[in-house]
């Protein structure tokens, strides 16, 4: 029988077959093999003994949380409480973009913000919409459309409001949430478990707290990859990397204001990160 894992706890594995649950071992051939099941894994299960036989072929996988087959991922972003981060930001867009998972964007805590505030903030906003679909945390009729027929995990800050807006948008799964530690600017990690939920004809995946998905590590051109504005500004450089060629089409766009500086910027500190990797592990 196929069935999902949507949950684990302890060696135990959770498999949803249909509208039934089943709560599963495993075979030791997976330990052995280290190929260990994970939440969101499409598995073969023999129900009559209650055991994982088989692991079906996975489309996507992220190390922390480990999980699998996420179809896309909603980047939670604060504008203030924490503050907005954009280069976190742009760092989980790039690498959502690396694993073929779909990225959205919701802002929120934009009540908090004055007009001053909300006036730099906006500019910031509208250049990702061009981009990617944007939401703000009080478009929640609009939020839950994006579920259907997908596997969605919320990521973003620490403290962005993730438990707070699951729970606007669903308020009967009452998911726990955390307060902000002022003197840290950070919120305390809420959830303690990844979990698979059926939410708007689609599925949520719940995860423990953290400031970002983790991928392994992405080269340097498979960052410039993922930046896909850059892509609308070809250049006459087979394999330009956009920071020091002359005549550089991206370079020029970011002159102009066509490419946002800040993106730019951040673009520039996550290839010098994968740079620096590679040279780790070429000495190795």
Not at 228 to 236: A, H
Request: hydrophobic share 35%.
């Amino acid at each position: 029988m196929e069935g999902q894992i949507i949950k684990i706890l302890s060696n135990q594995f959770i498999v949803k077959c249909d509208k039934e649950v089943v709560m599963c071992l495993i075979k030791g051939k997976f330990r052995k093999d280290k190929l260990l099941p994970l939440v969101g894994d499409k598995v073969i299960i023999d129900k009559n003994q209650k055991i994982i036989t088989k692991i079906l072929p996975r489309k996507t996988e992220i190390r922390r949380p480990s999980v699998s087959n996420i179809t896309q991922g909603i980047v939670v972003a604060s504008v203030k409480k924490p503050d907005l981060d954009t280069n976190l930001i742009d760092k989980i867009l790039v690498e959502l973009e690396f694993n073929n998972i779909k990225p959205l964007i919701c802002f929120t805590k934009i009540d908090l913000l004055t007009t001053d505030e909300w006036i730099n903030i906006q500019a910031i906003i509208d250049y990702y919409k061009k981009i990617y679909p944007v939401y703000l945390s009080s478009e929640i009729e609009e939020i839950k459309k994006v579920f259907k027929d997908e596997i969605t995990v919320l990521t973003g800050q620490t403290g962005a409001g993730k438990s707070t807006l699951i729970n606007r948008l669903e308020p009967s799964l009452k998911l726990h949430t955390g307060e902000i530690s002022e003197a840290l600017g950070r919120g305390r990690h809420t959830t303690r478990h990844a979990e698979i939920i059926d939410l708007f004809q689609g599925q949520l995946l719940d995860t423990p707290g953290f400031s970002a998905l983790e991928f392994p590590n992405m080269l340097k051109k498979e960052v410039r990859d993922a930046f896909v504005e850059f892509k609308d500004f070809p250049c006459p450089y087979r394999d330009c990397m956009h920071i020091k060629e002359e005549d550089c089409n991206v370079k020029k766009a970011v002159s102009n204001g066509e490419i946002a500086r800040f993106r730019y910027n951040n673009y520039l500190d996550l290839v010098k990160t994968a740079q620096e990797e590679e040279n780790k592990f070429k000495r190795k």
